[in-house]
């Protein structure tokens, strides 16, 4: 049989092949990868987990494993608008969330219902390459607005707003972006508030590394001062567990909440309502910001033990994101090097890295790569950065 | 903000705004409803998905807990691979199995990787309403072929895929197929495969209910003959829970598989592994078969008792489409009365069906209806049906 695919899945996907190679290449037993983002095991509570599953199959087993709503199980949603309020939002409800499978669902359901062929999208330059994949989908026109080390290009972005007015939203992560690690101070903050006020740009706010901070202090969520004119995604995976799956979007525009819903109808009919449930039950049951406390203690270790080694293996002229929280460190390499040429001769000696490529829309043979420090030993993290170091020593040899 | 959403989103959804307001109507306590599709929580082994989450936990728990891959738990796809050999199919393998988010996001995945818009799709007439909404989100051209008692029609399905070969697929229900609860025949069966075998056609066979078969005998999958030209898509909501959306595609095309898997990567990156570890937990350790015969013992005596009072008080001239197993029977009014008019009559005394409108791509105003018996007390049947005989009659005599 000759297979007839469509158009959409044929065309290229430039992100989607280098993290394939990626992983296939960290996959290996053999490599160090720096390149995932895998969260550390000290943020998965599983006697809490095996307690709270207990209950919920005991207390309400049926519902947890009959078919359930689209919208997602109300007390995890009344739980995930309270947090809001740790974000300056205290007029979020339980009826503005749409739990989703994972917040990489939520990217592709505002990609489907939103994007037209065509149609502009405002990213920050680089950015979360999945993001971008997920809205290639459906074949959006990329605007790219650069990153500075205070967060995002304010009069960049003030430019491409006024020019672009029917841009159908600009997706932002204004917390330890991915993947430069950088964070949007207050006067950043202030001036996107004032540029999408007088606009009719959808702000898309990506958060999923913000409760993990271990220095400075947050800004709000756009969704203070933006209200319905911004939608907020988050996620459990960097907190307690990605392998449940269970993100969200906050959602307070009624009419593209009933479009989102509509699509997730048809997309999946509903996040798994057993897990939603076990989770509402973790989080009833537990003290989560003194488990996220753990998290943070530890990343900052690692990051600040990731950090050193950087500093005392690679060679001059490399550059260093400083980070205040997350997940990553993001490094430029002196005079224009590769980053990919850097991965590929890394990756022979046994040491992957994300190279920074695949993070923007159009840019390649870039500089920078990312790192990430949260779920390796400090032994890995000395030993691949040495490696590290080697690789670029005889790169600017050569 | 003036919200901009797509066309894909904005176009009319007749099986959504139908289902939507159905599942509104029957929501209230007030009302018996035959309207849905629940399984009985006979299906859900609760006690022992408790001890399959404690052993996951203990003896697992970080894997259970991460990031996992996008094609599935393997000791889960290795189940389903075997199982297929109680439907004639041996060599499938762990490997042709891609686990999703419930069916339904097979169906989804499916119309994303093979429909351009005004492709042309072939399915049965009625057929599976949210089958036909989820193709509908890729805007295909709509082929549908009649339904018999003994199964598709062949003369009209061999008519179509000779008139038709560059359509992507066809998407058939086998086994008590949704809405009917017909069946095909072996012989009906036999000129399915011949008709596929000269064809270039993808043939989707989907088959939820396959392992509720109270009497008769099954064909044996499609797959058995048609090798890599037959996907097949399977679910476990009906015979252990639909609460944690796991179902699956057996394909055995290499290529449609890679795509197929590229498409999920960006659609959700994996199913819940947690609940996939469970579920194959569970598989494991208990006879899944023992489980399956008490819910078909339950919904034999469910179908019978429901078959003996729409015999007892609906009025004459309704025609009862008799079914060997599956959740559904599917009664047909006399002198073309209007199925959607019943339905509001019945719904004001208290009474949800599920018109037969929603199932076809273009024919209206029909009157057959699907009435589902899996979750409804004895004491609700015979209430339940006794007012839709009232309903009728009222309308037979207006």
Redesign the interface.
Known sequence: ?????????MKP?FQ?EFTASILAAAASPDIISFA?G??N?VS?P??E??AA??KV??EN????????STQGWPALRKWIAKRYETMGVYDVSADDIIV???S??AL?MIG?????PG?EVIVEDPTYL?AL??FH??DPSVLTVTMNPDGIDCDELAEVVKNHP?A?FAYLIPNFQNPTGLSYTQEVHDRVVEIFKSS?V?LLEDNPYREIRFAGTATDSFGKELG??CCMLGTF?KI??????IGWICVR?K??KA?LL??K???????????QMVLAQYLADNDVDEHISKIKALYKAKSDFMVECLKKYLPEGCDLTPTEGGMFLWVTLPNGLSALQLYYKALEKGVAICPGDPFYEYKRDVSSFRVNYSNSTDEAIEKGVKILGEACKEMMEA
Request: proline share 5%.
């Open positions: 049989m000759q297979l007839k695919l469509s158009d959409r899945i996907d989607g995932g895998l969260p095991p998965f599983i006697p987990m095996e599953t207990k199959l005991e087993g049926v519902t947890a494993l009959q078919y359930s989703t499978n994972g990489q669902q592709a489907a219902v939103m994007i037209n149609d999945v994949q997920s989908v459906f029917e159908k009719n959808l319905e004119q995976s307690i567990t990605p392998g449940m799956r525009n009419e593209l479009k509509n699509y109808s048809t997309a999946d009919l509903h996040t798994n309502i057993f897990s």
